[in-house]
């Protein structure tokens, strides 16, 4: 049977059919599959309340946007996701430099950082709102804390694990400090930082309903809690759709980002 | 001898080298002398653990003695310096700069302008014969191409001296043999003064006017043995009776040591 499914997959016509087939197909096979799952869903007695049809649910843009929400809601939270992640970005870079760079740094920060990162961020919101209030401060603090988390201990493993003999390369050619930090440490963190503001980005978006469970007045995380409270599943399954393309463009543009700018790296991750 | 007259290059001042470990304290190198004159190529051979890399190290100001001096040119060294070249067995080639900026990188450091650099890196790149991948990036060469390139980019600035700490330890066997004749025909032509380790006898007869061997746990230098075979060489030197003579004189020597090693 093994060595069955080995050529069926490898060599024969059977494979070759499947290696043919190009990338733009498979995505339109993949979300034909999505849609014939979600239309089962909405025919199941027993899930149709969750999952509205898909007509339903694009129907559910126009009573959104007739309510005068929609566009606010995706305003509101893209400028709290994008406040956070640029804030936790800017602290978490020279946070981890230090940490790499300076022992004690590492060793006082780094636990904290670990005991932090695991509890969830819905946790700790409350005591947020007690100190900054209500609105849009609360939110985007949420949002800087998980991602500056993240995106600090994924620069600073990096960092960490820099090939030293790059350094001492350096040091031979004549590099000083000051060189050795912008001609070597610099560029070759890159694929870390770029790796991180990946991650970073992504916690972003999956923080977004405990951030804007702070009372909020707009937002998409905001939205579905508020949807909830009156079962209105066709707006809130839509809203739910909306994060998931917001998270996938941010995704494709950091990838093309990456592509560009650490082109040069002898293996790619994932 | 003909090198008696010649510039002492790096003078080896009876260097001791210790390192803590767990065990305690551990003596890498225990009074290590030699003086490495102007336009000599001296290859080092020993068994792993006999204290060759951290020699190396210690005179390219990479690591400091414990004790001893290291002069070069008269002058004493202290820290990293680019009249001492050095070329790495991993090449160490930043991988995010094309091949062109690779050897211009100590030259963009020592502030020469780019026109001038851009001349200097193709001089160096044509003569390890790679001027048409100058504009590619690391990860698409070979480990060969690579380390050539790290040649070049050590040769570029200049060094009076290039130290290279096994090289051609991680290519295969053909590579090897190419780039040891690349190797000497380069020397043959610039004659700089050059600092060889390696663990293989062969390479390092090949190479070398003078081989020193190095015995283990501590390193010393535990006899320097001229190789008085003219150049040009090549593999066909491999063949001839003063050759076979020299490598089982070194091989004998290096076996002894391996069996110290293994103790």
Redesign the interface.
Known sequence: MKTNNYTATGKNNGGSLINGIPKWLWLLLSFGAAMLLWTLLSFNPKTARSFPNVIVVGEAVITMISRGVFFADIASSLISVGAGFALGFVIALPVAILMAWYKPVRNIIEPWIQFIRNIPPLAYVPLIVISAGVGRKPQIIVITIATFLTMAITIYQGVVNI?T??I?????????DR?IFL??IA??S?PFIMTAVRLGSSVALTTLIAAESTGASAGLGMRIRALNNSFESAPMLLYIIIIGIIGMVIEKIIKALERRL?????KREM | MAGKERNVKVKIDNVVKKFNTRKGEMTALNGVDLDILENEFVSVVGPSGCGKSTLLNIIAGLSEATSGKVYCDGHEVKGTGTERGVVFQQYALFPWLTVKKNVEFGLGIKGINKEEASEIAMKYIRMVDLEDFANHYPKELSGGMKQRVAIARAYAVNPSVLLMDEPFGALDAQTRTQLQEELLHTWEKEKKTCFFITHDVDEAIILAQRVVIMSARPGRIKEIVDVDIPYPRNQETKLTQEYIEIKNHIWKQVYQEYLEVRK
């Open positions: 090939d003999t790059l001492k390369a350096a040091r031979v050619l004549g590099a000083k060189d001609r070597v560029p070759a890159l650490t082109g040069w790296q002898e």
